[in-house]
């Protein structure tokens, strides 16, 4: 069983930074892409960012340019690195990893709120 356990999130100021971390435990592989999610109030969960086994990354337009997503399999960790926030990037942030054609492991989320 894979338990994702993220952290890094907070209040931070319009056009300041975060990192979130995620650690997962159990069985993952490494060829196995890992993203990250975000779901404001009222709002869907949608993709941020998504780094694939051979470390190719992939951006949501709204973030292209300000977050970095990074992995590193040796320690079993995707990170998310938040630059130039905004308060529109305030939601909760969750970890995931794919397992075949669907999302199939899920952290239960951190939370990142964005305002002066």
């Known amino acids: 069983q894979v338990q994702l356990v993220e952290s890094g999130g907070g209040l931070v100021q319009p056009g300041g930074s975060l990192r979130l971390s995620c650690v997962a435990s159990?069985?993952?592989?490494?060829?196995?892409?890992m993203a990250w999610h975000r779901q404001a109030p009222a709002k869907q969960r949608d993709l941020v960012a998504v780094v694939t086994g051979g470390l190719d990354t992939n951006y949501a337009t709204s973030v292209k340019g300000r977050f970095t997503v990074s992995r590193d399999n040796a320690k079993n960790t995707v990170y998310l690195q938040m630059d130039s926030l905004k308060p529109g990037d305030t939601a909760v942030y969750f970890c995931?990893?794919?397992?075949?054609?669907?999302?199939?492991?899920w952290g239960q989320g951190t939370q990142v709120t964005v305002s002066s």
């Open positions: 995931t990893v794919r397992e075949g054609n669907r999302w199939a492991y």
């Open positions: 159990g069985s993952i592989r490494s060829d196995a892409s």
